[in-house]
């Protein structure tokens, strides 16, 4: 990289060059090698990304009619509302109310849209902390938070780890977050969490939530619900009374004498409905107008036009409950598919029931996080790219865990599954 010190940027762009890029580095190199790929016999296949595209032929026609037939000459001027396009945030104050069954009805009022999940909590974190402040954020998690939290907000993510990964979803998690807030150098003001859970594919039981939001007010710091994979459900035969998704939407704060004004729930179009690159994402905070206002001026502008009219249809779509059906149906055949190659293998999994991903592990005997590269390169090696535990923030005794999407086109999906056979026989022999 060029040299730092004379490139001409601010001291808060030095930072973040040199403290993220080195860590996503990789990650941006094999999205460009996967990229010249395409041009090969016989391209890789990312099984890394969490994305959904089971329902993608249908999405496009919707979004396809909704430009060609909604789009006006209205549409590129700014956005006609503060917290965003008018009919977009109408569409998702229905769709809430339709399938997130909330304690307390999401007026308009309570939405800030945002270019995706993502820049929808960057603009939260914005309002709600200073730069150096920290954010705990329940673990394992998502890979992304690592530059996300603190690459605009300088915010400091302080990621909790469970003595025993079965404890992450469990009661004993009120443990671990307590240890850390006390143990913390930096001022705590949130806690983030994902449900359901990524890279589990599960839900938190209700009275573990009960107790987060009762460590957060007493605490005094916000709670923040990930939620972008609600809709990411499916059957699954090994758990047929699995634990059902609550949406913090759902929890009776003032019931249980919280406060509703730190609680935010973020939600996108990204992973249930197969739109990642459409970009559109919100945050609903149903008591807190000062705060929704703060996030307003920070990102009311950024989401596209087109963006917000092919939204604006797909949530209104008489179609909608069908394609939420479909993704049942779909997801739930690709997920019995890779499921039978891990069981094949005799490879221990965690029985998912609503995501795009399975999380495994591959290779149960690894004794460094460094051996973990080591799979990854048989991985690739036979046409995969897969994302490790290591990057996931696991507990140290839970190496050679892996996320594996399965949310493929059909014959992409079979394809990917034969690979990961052969690399599955490779590390065994390894």
């Known amino acids: 990289m060029d040299n730092l010190d004379s490139s001409g940027i601010s001291k808060r762009a030095l930072d973040n060059v040199a403290d993220i890029w080195p860590r996503i580095k990789r990650a941006a190199e094999t999205r460009e090698q996967a990229r010249i790929g395409t041009q090969e016999q016989s391209p890789p296949i990312d099984m890394a990304t969490s994305e959904n595209w089971v329902l993608r032929q249908e999405i496009i026609e919707i979004y396809k009619v909704a430009i060609q037939d909604g789009l006006t000459s209205q549409h590129l001027s700014y956005p006609d509302g503060f917290n965003g396009d008018v009919r977009l945030v109408d569409a998702l104050a229905h769709f809430f109310n339709s399938h997130f ?5 999401v007026e308009k009022s309570h939405i800030v849209t945002a270019p995706g999940a993502a820049f929808a909590l960057d603009a939260l974190l914005f309002n709600i902390c200073d730069p150096g402040d920290g954010l705990l954020i329940a673990s394992p ?36 977050l307590e240890e850390a807030f006390s143990k913390s150098t930096a001022p705590i003001k ?45 059957e699954n035969p090994d758990q047929p009374e699995p634990e059902p998704f609550v949406s913090l939407l759902q929890i009776d704060a003032k019931g249980i004498g919280c406060n509703l004004s730190r609680l935010h729930t973020i939600w996108s ?18 008591d807190n107008g000062p705060l929704a206002t703060g996030m307003a001026l920070t990102s009311n502008t950024q989401v596209s036009s087109l963006a917000a009219v092919a939204t604006a249809a797909l949530l209104t779509s008489p179609k909608l409950p069908g394609l939420l059906e479909l993704n049942v149906e779909r997801l739930g055949a690709s997920y019995l598919k890779i499921r ?27 004794e460094t996080w460094e051996d973990e590269d080591k ?36 014959s992409k999906l079979d394809e990917a599954l034969r690979r990961l056979d052969r690399a599955l026989v490779l590390i065994s022999q390894s």
């Open 101 to 105: 069954s909330p304690l307390i009805s």
């Open 141 to 176: 998690a998502w890979n992304g938070f690592n530059w996300l939290i603190g690459v605009r907000s300088g915010v400091k993510p302080i990621f909790v780890q469970p003595e025993n990964l079965g404890d992450a979803v469990s009661p004993k998690l009120i443990l671990s």
């Open 190 to 234: 949130g806690l983030l969490l994902t449900n359901p859970h990524n890279p589990f594919g599960t839900c938190y039981p209700k009275d573990v939530l009960l107790s987060i939001v009762r460590f957060c007010d007493d605490k005094k710091i916000h709670l923040i619900s990930d939620e972008i994979y609600a809709m990411s459900r499916f």
């Open 269 to 286: 179009t990204s992973k249930d409905l197969g739109s990642s690159g459409v970009r559109v994402g919100c945050c609903i905070t149903q």
């Open 340 to 366: 039978d190659v891990l069981k094949k293998h005799q490879v221990e999994y965690m029985p998912a029931n609503r995501s795009p991903y399975v999380f495994a592990k591959v290779a149960p005997n690894l």
């Open 375 to 410: 799979i990854v390169e048989i991985f690739k090696k036979e046409g995969m790219q897969v994302s490790m535990a290591k990057s996931y923030h696991m507990p140290e005794n839970e190496k050679g865990w892996t996320r594996l999407n399965f949310a493929l086109e059909p």
